[in-house]
C-alpha cells in the first residue's frame, strides 16, 4: 500500500516535498514513480526512479525543478520540488511496479504501474 503526502498550497516560485510511505511489504525490488493529473486532463509522467536509486527519469516539464529520490531503508519515495509553477497544480500520485528485467515498456507510462497512491493535492498559486 502506498500512502502519499506533502502537498499543500504554496506560492509560485516556493518549494514543496512530496513522500510516499510504502507500508505491508518492501519496495525494495520495485520501480517507482511520480504521475499528476490536473482537472480535465489525462494523467502524466513526473518522474520516475529504479530499484536502486541509481536511475532516474524527469519529465522535460520538470527537469533542473524537481527531483525524485527514495530511501528503501525507510521504504520511501520522495519528490523535491522547487521553483514551482502555477502549471504544476494537480493531484500527484505516487506508483510501483516490480522490476523485472524482461519488461521491455515504457515507465513515463502510467499504465505499466499496478500499485498507486492515493493522490496529494499540489496547489500554486500565481
Known amino acids: 500500500q502506498l500512502q502519499a503526502s506533502g502537498g499543500g498550497l504554496v506560492q509560485a516560485g516556493g518549494s514543496l516535498r512530496l513522500s510516499c510511505a510504502a507500508s505491508g511489504g518492501t519496495v525494495t525490488s520495485y520501480h517507482m514513480g511520480w504521475f499528476r493529473q490536473a482537472s480535465g486532463k489525462e494523467r502524466e509522467f513526473v518522474a520516475s526512479?529504479?530499484?536502486?536509486?541509481?536511475?532516474?527519469s524527469h519529465a522535460d516539464s520538470v527537469k533542473g525543478r524537481f527531483t525524485i529520490s527514495r530511501d528503501n531503508a525507510k521504504n520511501t519515495l520522495y519528490l523535491q520540488m522547487n521553483s514551482l509553477k502555477p502549471e504544476d497544480t494537480a493531484v500527484y500520485y505516487c506508483?510501483?511496479?516490480?522490476?523485472?528485467?524482461?519488461?521491455?515498456?515504457?515507465?513515463?507510462?502510467?499504465?505499466?504501474?499496478?500499485?498507486w497512491g492515493q493522490g496529494t493535492q499540489v496547489t500554486v498559486s500565481s
Open positions: 526512479i529504479n530499484w536502486s536509486g541509481r536511475y532516474t
Open positions: 506508483a510501483a511496479r516490480q522490476e523485472i528485467s524482461s519488461f521491455a515498456g515504457s515507465y513515463t507510462n502510467p499504465s505499466v504501474f499496478g500499485s
